[in-house]
Every structure is written in structure tokens, then in C-alpha cells.
């Protein structure tokens, strides 16, 4: 089942490839860029949250 879905994957045309990369892409980036509509405040690192900037 997955060699099934490897193989239909490699078999993608480069233009279905590029249109998915750029989609993922363009998402990420806009996940990043949203204004959450929060105050400002300390950016939390993964796992360790803010406790590294409390003083």
C-alpha cells in the first residue's frame, strides 16, 4: 500500500509536483505572516515555551 503510493508519487508530472511544493509554500508563509490579534509579547521556543526568558 505505501510502495503503492511512493510509486504513484514518482510518477507525478514536475508540474503537479511544483503546483503542491508552492501550495505548501505559500501556506507556511501565511501561517507564519497572520496577525493572530494578539498583544505583543516573548516568541516561545518549542518545548521550552518562554521559560528561558523569564527573569
Known sequence: MVAEYVQ???N???LSLIITVVAILLAFIYYITRDRGLPPGPTGLPILG???FIK
Open 8 to 10: 504513484s508519487v514518482l
Open 12 to 14: 507525478a508530472t514536475p
Open 50 to 52: 518562554i521559560y528561558p
